[in-house]
């Protein structure tokens, strides 16, 4: 973890702690509206987007759970999250999902002026991911797009991918690596590159049209981890598995 002073006073942000980890109380509405507040001021800190998964496997390492709350806010992108956060009494707590977030940000983003970094994925779903959203959202701004090798760069490679972000200098830059990778990439360069990190997971697939989202009556129930599941089992059925019981027994049961 690098020593950083986040630019943004973390104690207006109210949160739960949930197995260890902070999550942030708050709803769609009011992540929007901290987030057009204090866009600039974000430059260079990130934003979890947690859920079962990234919570329970903060709670089983210390170190993880260091990058969650190390950021500016770790946001509830899973249903069970702000489940458990209206019942230990934050009512208004709402699930903030990762890609709805991202969604709600570049819907306004010409209006605004924000600019934005794809870091993540392959060089063949960022194509897609730009050819859509220059589509879809007219005018907007994509500073830059990178899709690193899925070794582990080199210290040279690494200063010259940060050079080449901050030569964009984008007001968002966001990262699909996917979780833990992506979150401990924001935290070994907060405050080392320009722009909001945003850790959305498999957003630019959803963008790109590589995987579809969860109908919307199974996303208002917190079962979109059944849908993702169904797509990729072989990749996720273990680890939803443990999660889930994970989750259910120490969290929701045991209160932690």
């Known amino acids: 973890m690098n020593a950083f002073t986040h630019k943004v006073d973390r104690s207006q942000i109210p949160t739960c702690n949930i197995m260890g980890v902070d999550i942030a109380a708050i709803d769609m509405e009011w992540l929007l509206e901290f987030t057009h507040k204090n866009i600039k001021a974000l430059s260079g800190d990130y934003c979890c987007v947690s859920n079962v998964h990234t919570t329970v496997t903060a709670w089983e ?3 993880y759970r260091k990058v969650q709350n190390g950021g500016i806010m770790a946001i509830p992108d899973g249903g069970p999250l702000s489940f458990v956060g209206r019942k230990r009494g934050h009512e208004k707590m ?9 969604d709600e940000i570049l819907k306004v983003s010409v209006q605004k002026g924000y600019t934005h970094y794809f870091y993540g994925s392959t060089e063949e779903t960022l194509k897609k991911l730009c050819e859509k959203l220059v589509i879809e959202y007219p005018g907007i701004h994509i500073a830059g797009m990178c899709s690193p090798p899925f070794r582990a760069m080199t210290d040279e490679e690494d200063r010259a991918t940060v050079a080449k972000i901050d030569a964009a200098a984008p007001d968002f830059l966001w990262v699909g690596l996917g979780a833990p990778k992506q979150e401990r990439w924001m935290a070994e360069h907060q405050g080392k590159v320009k722009g909001f990190m945003v850790g959305v997971g498999a957003g630019f697939d ?6 579809k989202r969860a109908p919307e ?9 059944v849908y993702r599941m169904w797509q990729e089992p072989g990749r996720l059925a273990g680890r939803y598995l443990h999660s889930n019981v994970k989750f259910l027994w ?3 049961l045991w209160g932690k």
């Open 206 to 211: 959803y963008l790109a049209g590589n995987i």
């Open 250 to 252: 120490d969290a929701c």
């Open 94 to 102: 709402g699930r903030t999902a990762g890609p709805d977030y991202m």
């Open 217 to 225: 009556w199974m996303q208002e129930r917190s079962l979109e981890w």
């Open 61 to 63: 390492d210390a170190d």
